[in-house]
T-cell receptor
Framework: GIQVEQSPPDLILQEGANSTLRCNFSDSVNNLQWFHQNPWGQLINLFY???GTKQNGRLSATTVATERYSLLYISSSQTTDSGVYFC???????FGQGTRLTINP | GAVVSQHPSWVICKSGTSVKIECRSL??????MFWYRQFPKQSLMLMATSNEGSKATYEQGVEKDKFLINHASLTLSTLTVTSAHPEDSSFYIC?????????FGQGTRLTVV
């Protein structure tokens, strides 16, 4: 089955910094999503992005389907951005291991 | 947007008892329901997929007799953890898929003591 890998596993930054999270996937997919999991476990859908680039405020994502990777950019990080970010691929959603982002004030 | 209501949010049960988790799609018809499990500080892993009116398809390594999934209607699916043990303590979350997209429930944190 498809494999999804995320890097880095942990990222600690100061407020105001920019960050880039990476997601590699092993096979062609027609579904690639980015999620933010809050401290209560709820999954917040950030982007549905099987290919191309999308932006939503300080967040943007790019997927290069031919090279099987996706990037999530967070600009001007805020403490509320802290949490775990997951990418997931395929209809049934195969999740990567996540990136734990900590934004310090 | 569509709402998927999952109950209970958290539950503590004694070892050996069974626990039922409900997942309801409130404003759309969920033709497919996915159930995931997340152990502490780990990723989400798909346990099973069920289509309305059909038997669930379980992922490799998931015991179908221990994790009973019912998807008898387009708005309700249940996951029953039978004879729960402490190693079943985890975060369980459903994802309902239908026309218009797929949406997660809020999740259930199960603690078996």
């Amino acid at each position: 089955g498809i494999q999804v890998e995320q890097s880095p596993p942990d990222l600690i930054l100061q407020e105001g910094a920019n960050s880039t999270l990476r997601c590699n996937f092993s096979d062609s997919v027609n579904n690639l999503q980015w999620f933010h999991q809050n401290p209560w476990g709820q999954l917040i859908n950030l982007f549905y992005i099987p290919s191309g680039t999308k932006q939503n405020g300080r967040l943007s994502a790019t997927t290069v389907a031919t090279e099987r990777y996706s990037l999530l950019y967070i600009s001007s990080s805020q403490t509320t951005d802290s949490g775990v970010y997951f990418c997931a691929a395929a209809q049934k959603l195969v999740f990567g291991q996540g990136t734990r982002l900590t934004i310090n004030p | 947007g569509a709402v998927v209501s999952q109950h209970p949010s958290w539950v503590i049960c004694k070892s050996g008892t069974s626990v039922k988790i409900e997942c309801r799609s409130l404003d759309f018809q969920a033709t497919t329901m996915f159930w995931y499990r997340q152990f502490p500080k780990q990723s989400l892993m798909l346990m099973a997929t069920s289509n309305e009116g059909s038997k669930a398809t379980y992922e490799q390594g998931v015991e179908k007799d221990k994790f009973l999934i019912n998807h008898a209607s387009l708005t309700l699916s249940t996951l029953t953890v039978t004879s729960a043990h402490p190693e079943d303590s985890s975060f369980y979350i459903c994802r309902a898929w239908g026309v218009g997209g797929a949406f997660f429930g809020q999740g259930t944190r199960l603690t078996v003591v």
